[in-house]
């Protein structure tokens, strides 16, 4: 049974065409609609012109084998490879006096490595935790910033580190998280677990820009400006207090969730939440 993330995903790619196609929608599509894109540069001259451009933004996301064969016998042995090996198989009309045979297979994301900006919103964050998963061992300190920014662009994370035995406890951070929609990945640190806690962002509102008054540009008033200002803007920072609090010490009786290595997130209850192509074939 698909999921609903996949359901959209394939609805959607009944509306996309090659010129509407780019490295971040092409995730949505599946190989068949691939072929059927295809088939409309043949009655596109503009389509057929930049045929090379699409293919590369096709590789981008899958796998592209040009299938060869002696025969129509050879052909059949060659498509019974591919398919087993997950391919489509399917003709492809480069021009009006040459047609090729094409293998296309979606490109896995197996490893944290195989995570871009473009892939990172067309996965659940169930298959994000099998990735981590995969590849992990060190928990989230153990990924590159690089790595960390990606997944972050996509994925609201919060990360904590507890005893084995307060991890779970009822009404803890494990809990509300787990009741919030979050997935969650444990990593185990002897006899400590990392608690790593993901959630698909949704989409982010573009910023509106604020445009001035007819009126402001003729001078007539410079407080209409100031006042949609938010409070914070008139705070005078020298007001603030800098000293420095000297740290506390404790032992591991003082150790407890609020107060163990735990990022943090601005939600609405923070002191509950806590965070931290080439040739058109491949070789």
């Given at each position: 049974?698909?999921?609903?993330?996949?359901?959209?995903?394939?609805?959607?790619?009944?509306?996309?065409?090659?010129?509407?196609?780019?490295?971040?929608?092409?995730?949505?599509?599946?190989?068949?609609?691939?072929?059927?894109?295809?088939?409309?540069?043949?009655?596109?001259?503009?389509?057929?012109?930049?045929?090379?451009?699409?293919?590369?933004?096709?590789?981008?996301?899958?796998?592209?084998?040009?299938?060869?064969?002696?025969?129509?016998?050879?052909?059949?042995?060659?498509?019974?490879?591919?398919?087993?090996?997950?391919?489509?198989?399917?003709?492809?009309?480069?021009?009006?006096?040459?047609?090729?045979?094409?293998?296309?297979?979606?490109?896995?994301?197996?490893?944290?490595?195989?995570?871009?900006?473009?892939?990172?919103?067309?996965?659940?964050?169930?298959?994000?935790?099998?990735?981590?998963?995969?590849?992990?061992?060190?928990?989230?300190?153990?990924?590159?910033?690089?790595?960390?920014?990606?997944?972050?662009?996509?994925?609201?994370?919060?990360?904590?580190?507890?005893?084995?035995?307060?991890?779970?406890?009822?009404?803890?951070?494990?809990?509300?998280?787990?009741?919030?929609?979050?997935?969650?990945?444990?990593?185990?640190?002897?006899?400590?677990?990392?608690?790593?806690?993901?959630?698909?962002?949704p989409e982010s509102e573009?910023?509106?820009?604020?445009?001035?008054?007819?009126?402001?540009?003729?001078?007539?008033?410079?407080?209409?400006?100031?006042?949609?200002?938010?409070?914070?803007?008139?705070?005078?920072?020298?007001?603030?207090d800098d000293e420095v609090?000297?740290?506390?010490?404790?032992?591991?009786?003082?150790?407890?969730?609020?107060?163990?290595?735990?990022?943090?997130?601005?939600?609405?209850?923070?002191?509950?939440?806590?965070?931290?192509?080439?040739?058109?074939?491949?070789?």
């Open positions: 049974m698909r999921t609903k993330q996949e359901k959209e995903a394939t609805d959607g790619a009944k509306v996309f065409s090659l010129k509407s196609l780019n490295k971040s929608t092409v995730w949505d599509v599946q190989e068949n609609d691939i072929f059927r894109m295809l088939e409309t540069a043949d009655k596109d001259s503009e389509l057929r012109e930049n045929l090379r451009r699409y293919t590369d933004i096709i590789r981008s996301a899958f796998m592209i084998e040009e299938v060869k064969f002696k025969d129509h016998d050879d052909l059949d042995l060659m498509k019974k490879k591919y398919t087993k090996q997950g391919y489509k198989v399917s003709q492809v009309k480069v021009d009006e006096q040459l047609t090729i045979t094409w293998a296309i297979k979606k490109r896995p994301i197996m490893r944290v490595t195989d995570l871009t900006y473009e892939n990172i919103r067309h996965i659940t964050a169930a298959k994000l935790m099998e990735v981590l998963d995969r590849n992990f061992g060190g928990g989230w300190d153990s990924l590159s910033q690089s790595i960390q920014d990606i997944i972050e662009s996509g994925f609201d994370i919060s990360t904590t580190t507890l005893p084995k035995d307060r991890l779970h406890k009822s009404g803890g951070m494990y809990e509300k998280k787990v009741a919030d929609g979050y997935e969650v990945l444990e990593v185990a640190k002897g006899t400590w677990v990392e608690a790593i806690f993901a959630k698909l962002k573009k910023p509106r820009m604020k445009f001035q008054k007819e009126s402001d540009f003729n001078g007539d008033s410079e407080d209409d400006e100031d006042a949609d200002l938010p409070e914070d803007d008139y705070k005078n920072h020298d007001e603030e609090e000297e740290p506390s010490t404790f032992d591991d009786e003082d150790i407890n969730e609020d107060n163990y290595r735990t990022t943090f997130e601005i939600e609405s209850d923070p002191d509950e939440e806590a965070d931290g192509l080439e040739d058109y074939v491949d070789e």
